[in-house]
């Protein structure tokens, strides 16, 4: 929404002068569900723009986060704090400091900020290229499933998913298009489409599902709800020239999965139409 109308902006984050700058605002009551620990949250809250980093292909370089709430418990945010820091210690950045203020409900607003000479963009894709993902697909729905149910420790752990950061950066010397699949893989996919005036079609069986949606989808309805409309998983979905890609496979620090083919235009599964659908902020 906001490139209509802000330079620089559209893409997973803005690159200016090499410094790649992003920000997400995340709120209890639709992003942190009841048991989500404040140690979680950190992690989460950062990671979301950690990923949007990881998809212009930038290192990370630091974070920050405004932290508001009705109430300031000193063990909530000693937690919140380790929760960020080790996520930017897992990708290479440092948790550098924030903000405190008084808010209705938990809300946190987080900053990242990176580096690249040269970033990747959603638009480049072409037909004739492959289209893939790394690491695997329904953590998050999966993790929404386990706290419904009282689960709230195996909740936490699949919410604590690991920003591809490092993949971002092996890849781009690689890829022609690419974004985080924070708004769920189909969506992502028509996002993909808009952006290089073209297509896909991917193959469901292709797809990286993770373990964890088979144990808590009903049928193989939920499940590919969780793994391709659901999102909040913030895996790398790119394109690029199927042999290149493949030789640099093994030395990508993540699991990466071919799902399907660039086209002229339609994004299709199995030869139907894939619904644009997803995850709506």
């Known amino acids: 929404m906001l490139a209509g109308w802000v330079g620089g902006a559209g893409d997973d984050a803005a690159v200016i002068d090499g410094l790649v700058v992003t920000t997400d605002m995340l709120h209890e009551r639709t992003d942190f569900p009841t048991g989500t620990t404040r140690y979680t949250a950190g992690w989460r809250a950062i990671g979301a723009s950690l990923s949007d980093v990881a998809a212009m292909g930038a290192s990370a370089t630091a974070a920050v986060a405004a932290y508001g709430a009705p109430a300031f418990d000193p063990d909530e945010i000693e937690a919140f704090v380790d929760g960020a820091s080790d996520v930017c210690e897992a990708t290479g950045a440092a948790y550098v400091g924030g903000d405190l203020d008084n808010h209705s409900e938990f809300t946190v607003a987080g900053t990242v900020v990176g580096k690249t000479d040269e970033p990747i963009y959603r638009h ?12 695997t697909l329904g953590r998050t729905g999966a993790a929404i499933r386990e706290f419904e149910r009282g689960n709230a420790e195996r909740g936490n752990d699949l919410f604590r998913f690991e920003p591809r950061v490092a993949a971002g950066q092996r890849l781009a010397d690689i890829v022609t298009a690419m974004m985080d699949s924070s708004d769920g893989l189909a969506r992502s996919l028509h996002q993909l489409a808009e952006a290089s005036d073209c297509g896909f079609d991917i193959e469901w069986d292709r797809l990286p599902v993770d373990s964890s949606v088979d144990a808590v989808a009903a049928d193989d309805v939920e499940r590919r709800e969780l793994s391709t409309y659901f999102g909040e998983d913030f895996e790398l979905v790119f ?28 994004v299709r599964a199995d030869g139907e139409a894939l619904p644009d659908r997803g995850y709506t902020h």
């Open 124 to 135: 480049g894709a072409s037909p004739g290229e492959a289209v893939y993902v790394t690491g």
């Open 239 to 266: 394109t690029g020239p199927r042999a290149d890609v493949e030789a640099m496979r093994e030395s990508v620090d993540t699991r990466i999965s071919r799902i399907g083919t660039v086209t002229e235009g339609g």
